[in-house]
């Protein structure tokens, strides 16, 4: 029975309109297709679930498992709590991801259970949008304790981060370190960290960009930490972070991939770990982007290899928003005859506005069109 109706419903999304996941939904082609999960046909649909469907925007799928958590039979308390996230600023499109994910948030009482958390996050530097961000990604938090679990998770990075503008930025980016285990995973991770000799710069990198290498287990991070100092990365800098992230995220199946992926450009064991402990970046793009990227700067921009190899912050640069734009202007320069050659590494690791200086200011009169050239593949890309 289960298997038919999950049968019938995928037919029933596929062929419907797009409009019924937004709340415009048909209610006795849906109810019929809902009555299949239940043991009786005849058996009316939970009001629940229907009102997941119908004013939540969740998918009928998603609504009828969340009916086995979830009983209400009026819409009043359902429709404050639908009120109140749209007073935040939520959307048709948000509000399924929200309550998809935390159903029983719809039989919360706000005032209870919603303010005291919003005021809380407010009163600790965090902005409307802000709030909005964190809920959207972890719901959860409006049913955390503030005293037991927000008020001490937030304490403690406090005391790790450099200032209160990169604490909001790295609880915004990622809002499960307000409900994360401290004692299980982060405090053991930060504690093995700074014994093996890595700076805090690392550390907050780590909380700002990939606070889930935290989240690991201690002898899981600490073979990794090993393996990158073993490579000669050293653990001052801040680049061990993205080098013990990359070691911990790649398996060896992937990692020796890359491996092969290099060599086919001429790259020596020797050249490639050379170019990670500069650049770890060079190992944590997929094989696809990487042979992408070569083929880029070697093909189309006639870079050797090598030259690649021993710049390979090169590789961590958005080809479409950054590279091709500026070989775009390098192209009509060279064919001015004003450079001798597109294989330029200064014009790619300049910043924009050093770039402006050295590659389009001085030709505005040779070359009038270069600064707009530059500017449409900016905001095509």
Same mark, same amino acid.
């Given at each position: 029975?289960?298997? &038919?109706?999950?049968?019938?419903?995928?037919?029933?999304? +596929?062929?419907?309109?797009?409009?019924?996941?937004?709340?415009?939904?048909?209610?006795?082609?849906?109810?019929?297709? +809902?009555?299949?999960?239940?043991?009786?046909?005849?058996?009316?649909?939970?009001?629940?679930?229907?009102?997941? *469907?119908?004013?939540?925007?969740?998918?009928?799928?998603?609504?009828?498992?969340? @009916?086995?958590? *979830?009983?209400?039979?009026?819409?009043?308390?359902?429709?404050?709590?639908?009120?109140?996230?749209?007073?935040? @600023?939520?959307?048709?499109?948000?509000?399924?991801?929200?309550?998809?994910?935390?159903?029983?948030?719809?039989?919360?009482?706000?005032? #209870?259970?919603?303010?005291?958390?919003?005021?809380?996050?407010?009163?600790?530097?965090?902005?409307?949008? =802000?709030?909005?961000?964190?809920?959207?990604?972890?719901?959860? *938090?409006?049913?955390?304790?503030?005293?037991?679990?927000?008020?001490?998770?937030?304490?403690?990075?406090? !005391?790790?981060?450099?200032?209160?503008?990169?604490? *909001?930025?790295?609880?915004?980016?990622?809002?499960?370190?307000?409900?994360?285990?401290?004692? !299980?995973?982060?405090?053991?991770? /930060?504690?093995?960290? &700074?014994?093996?000799?890595? @700076?805090?710069?690392?550390?907050?990198?780590?909380?700002?960009?990939?606070?889930? !290498?935290?989240?690991?287990?201690?002898?899981?991070?600490?073979?990794?930490?090993?393996?990158? #100092?073993?490579?000669?990365?050293?653990?001052?800098?801040?680049?061990?972070?993205?080098?013990?992230?990359?070691?911990?995220?790649?398996?060896?199946?992937?990692?020796?991939?890359?491996?092969?992926?290099?060599?086919?450009?001429?790259?020596?064991?020797?050249? /490639?770990?050379?170019?990670?402990?500069?650049?770890?970046?060079?190992?944590?793009?997929?094989?696809?982007?990487?042979?992408?990227?070569?083929?880029?700067?070697?093909?189309?921009?006639?870079?050797?290899?090598?030259?690649?190899?021993?710049?390979? /912050?090169?590789?961590?640069?958005?080809?479409? #928003?950054?590279?091709?734009? $500026?070989?775009?202007?390098?192209?009509?320069?060279?064919?001015?005859?004003?450079?001798?050659? $597109?294989?330029?590494?200064?014009?790619?690791?300049?910043?924009?506005?050093?770039?402006? #200086?050295?590659?389009? =200011?001085?030709?505005?009169?040779?070359?009038?069109?270069?600064?707009?050239?530059?500017?449409?593949?900016?905001?095509?890309?």
């Amino acid at each position: 029975m289960l298997h &038919r109706a999950r049968f019938v419903l995928k037919n029933w999304l +596929l062929h419907s309109d797009s409009s019924c996941l937004s709340g415009r939904v048909n209610p006795c082609t849906l109810l019929s297709c +809902l009555r299949l999960f239940s043991s009786d046909p005849t058996a009316p649909v939970p009001f629940a679930v229907s009102y997941l *469907i119908n004013e939540c925007g969740v998918r009928p799928e998603s609504a009828a498992s969340a @009916g086995k958590y *979830i009983h209400f039979e009026t819409p009043e308390r359902a429709d404050v709590v639908l009120g109140f996230f749209r007073n935040l @600023g939520f959307t048709d499109s948000q509000l399924p991801k929200v309550f998809g994910r935390r159903p029983r948030l719809l039989m919360s009482d706000p005032q #209870k259970h919603f303010v005291p958390r919003i005021r809380f996050l407010e009163s600790n530097g965090f902005s409307t949008s =802000d709030i909005a961000q964190i809920l959207l990604r972890t719901p959860e *938090i409006l049913h955390s304790s503030i005293e037991n679990q927000l008020l001490p998770n937030l304490n403690f990075f406090k !005391t790790v981060m450099p200032s209160d503008e990169n604490l *909001i930025r790295a609880i915004r980016r990622s809002p499960f370190l307000l409900t994360c285990e401290l004692e !299980t995973y982060v405090i053991p991770s /930060i504690k093995i960290l &700074r014994e093996s000799g890595a @700076g805090e710069s690392s550390i907050v990198r780590l909380l700002l960009f990939h606070p889930r !290498t935290l989240m690991t287990s201690r002898s899981q991070l600490s073979q990794a930490i090993e393996r990158v #100092k073993k490579m000669g990365v050293d653990p001052r800098l801040t680049l061990f972070s993205i080098a013990v992230q990359t070691i911990r995220g790649v398996s060896k199946g992937t990692w020796d991939s890359k491996i092969d992926a290099y060599k086919k450009w001429g790259w020596s064991n020797e050249l /490639i770990l050379k170019a990670f402990t500069k650049s770890p970046w060079c190992m944590a793009m997929s094989v696809k982007k990487l042979m992408a990227n070569m083929d880029y700067y070697v093909n189309k921009m006639g870079f050797d290899p090598l030259v690649i190899a021993a710049r390979p /912050i090169l590789l961590a640069f958005s080809l479409d #928003k950054r590279i091709m734009p $500026r070989d775009a202007v390098l192209c009509v320069l060279l064919s001015k005859g004003l450079i001798e050659s $597109r294989a330029s590494v200064q014009a790619l690791v300049l910043t924009n506005e050093g770039f402006q #200086k050295k590659f389009l =200011d001085p030709y505005k009169e040779q070359a009038p069109e270069l600064l707009q050239l530059f500017q449409e593949k900016l905001r095509t890309c």
